[in-house]
């Protein structure tokens, strides 16, 4: 053989060799490939096909609220019809005809609370969603609109104008009346509860007496209602006030928890272009609560003027699943939190309109289960008790069998115009949901778990939320909100029969 032939066949076989390595190198990749995206993929696929819609509707002359826990005979559901003059005069004639006949009223919204604050049992409840028109008036920034409104329409609606609602709820399925019966809040940075960008509403009261309720007008009735559960009368329509639809830029901070306030320091305080932020803690039973994502959402005004159109969110299907499939799934926990702070930092926009970030509708994650539900709760814990409450429900949640799914962190302002305030002074929130089968004995277990939860965040001198379940005592109740005897008392100055009723009423408006 030829010394150029022989040479040739050592290239050869070198070339082979290369060839089949690098073939092999491609089978190994796919293989861990594979085998890494083969469980996340066959997990999300599986919660996909398991997540099923099998609630049996309410049967007829009852009705329930968000909670699926509530089911209540009732007499009828009364609609608002959605012009001002009929609603008016026709919400007048029901309320004679209500007392006439005995029967007591409440009012409902989206009824996204959850411990029958939209109804009185045996009673009349009005439908509040059909009276929802609005209009803005670009001279004074407000946004006149009726109470059953829900935020996904008015964010559709400012959109149109450049504009934002300046402090909601973290979803947009919720109304306008409803919101501000519960004076709730977001993670607009550095903001009190909604009341404060109240103006002024319109009420029509027992009597059937139309009043206009501002700082400067009916200022007892403006700082009662507010906050107020429905308990004041029908509130009409509402003037609030509305912020420009900016451009933010989102910044990720994953920290452990203990550093969290020290990250928050750095990051978010005394830091005015800063204008949302929220927090979200890993679940997992392996690092219960110990770690900490951080979203800080600043206005970039190099960006303001390239806003994507306002759209529906793409991937809910997807976000969906890996929510719910971390539902009695340690891996299903873990897969969530490392999606979340390993592959969404790099596959997610930078920035987003704040219309954008406002519009996330419920559908994302609620439960449509028959045979279970989840249950929000909410502390508030001033600044210096927020590291040992974290404790407290490191220490607490465990014992039960609740399925603790998520835990946001927000920030609010002192509330200077309600009465029946949480937060009375600057306060951490934390917004929790729990998964819980729809049985007296996971209801029992959940009540016995809140009740300790309670008492764990009045020892920190803070406060609970109260939409949610009516799991808290009376004696809880008052020593967190030690000014609702004076409230309540106020509600019978102005509504002597006591028409306006719901379950909460029921269980603290008394003795
Ligand atoms: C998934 C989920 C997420 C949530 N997130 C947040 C959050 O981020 N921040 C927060 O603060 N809260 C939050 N909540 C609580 C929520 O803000 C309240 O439950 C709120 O009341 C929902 O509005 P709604 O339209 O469903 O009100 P409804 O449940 O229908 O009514 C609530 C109260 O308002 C009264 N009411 C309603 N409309 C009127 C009216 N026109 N006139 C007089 N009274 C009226 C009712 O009688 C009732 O007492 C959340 C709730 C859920 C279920």
New binding site residues.
């Given amino acids: 053989m030829s010394e150029g032939k022989a040479l040739e066949i050592v290239a050869q076989t070198s070339r082979s060799k290369r060839l089949k390595f690098f073939k092999l190198s491609i089978l190994a990749i796919l293989v861990v490939g594979i085998g890494l995206l083969a469980r996340p993929a066959w997990h999300i696929l599986w919660t996909h096909n398991k997540d099923v819609a099998d609630r049996q509707p309410t049967p007829a002359g009852f009705i329930d609220?968000?909670s699926a826990m509530n089911e209540t005979p009732i007499n009828e559901v009364w609609e608002v019809p959605d012009v001002v003059e009929d609603a008016e005069q026709q919400l007048q004639e029901l309320f004679v005809l209500a007392k006439e006949k005995g029967l007591k009223v409440?009012?409902?919204?989206?009824?996204?609370?959850?411990g029958g604050?939209?109804i009185a049992p045996g009673g009349i409840v009005i439908d509040?969603l059909p009276f929802r028109s609005m209009s803005y008036d670009e001279d004074s920034e407000l946004l006149t609109i009726q109470?059953?409104a829900i935020w996904h329409d008015v964010i559709e609606y400012l959109e149109g104008f450049d504009r934002s609602v300046a402090i909601m709820?973290?979803?947009d399925s919720?109304?306008v009346?409803?919101?501000i019966?519960?004076n709730?809040?977001?993670w607009q940075f550095g903001k009190p509860p909604i009341a404060s960008t109240v103006e002024s509403f319109r009420l029509l009261q027992a009597s059937g007496k139309i009043v206009t309720c501002s700082r400067d007008e009916n200022q007892e009735l403006f700082s009662h209602v507010l906050g107020g559960?429905?308990l004041f009368?029908?509130?009409l329509n509402v003037q609030l006030q509305t912020v420009p639809n900016r451009r933010y830029q989102v910044d990720r901070f994953i920290v452990p928890t203990i550093d969290a306030l020290t990250t928050f320091d750095q990051q978010v305080t005394d830091r005015p272009e800063v204008e949302m932020v929220y927090a979200r803690m890993e679940t997992s039973a392996k690092n219960f609560l110990n770690e900490t994502l951080i979203y800080v959402l600043s206005h970039d005004p190099s960006a303001d003027g390239t806003f994507p159109e306002l759209k529906e969110k793409g991937l809910v299907g997807l976000r969906r699943s890996v929510f719910r499939g971390s539902i009695n799934s340690e891996y299903g926990k873990r897969l969530r939190w490392d999606a979340e702070t390993s592959l969404q930092p790099s596959v997610s926009p930078t920035h987003y309109s704040r219309n954008q970030l406002l519009s996330e509708g419920?559908e994302t994650f609620?439960n449509r289960t028959a045979t279970t539900t989840d249950i929000?709760h909410e502390y508030f814990v001033p600044r210096q008790s927020l590291a040992v409450f974290v404790q407290d429900l490191q220490r607490i949640i465990p014992q039960y069998n609740n399925d603790l799914l998520n835990v946001t962190v927000r920030f609010v302002e002192e509330d200077h115009d309600t009465v029946l305030r949480y937060a009375d002074q600057q306060m951490f929130c934390f917004?929790m949901l729990f998964n819980q089968a729809r049985t007296q004995a996971a209801d029992e277990e959940m009540q016995r778990m809140t009740e300790e939860l309670i008492d764990a965040v009045l020892q920190r001198e803070g406060r609970y939320?109260l939409?949610y379940r009516l799991h808290a005592t009376k004696e809880q109740f008052h020593r967190a909100y030690p000014q609702a005897k004076q409230f309540f008392a106020v509600k019978r100055q102005y509504d002597p029969d006591e028409l306006f009723t719901?379950a909460?009423y029921l269980k603290y408006g008394h003795e």
């Fill in positions: 609220d968000a409440s009012i409902a919204g989206a009824r996204h609370s959850m604050h939209s509040m109470s059953g709820q973290s979803n919720f109304s009346g409803g919101s019966s519960v709730c809040h977001g559960y429905g009368g029908v509130i419920v609620e929000l917004v939320y939409p719901n909460f």
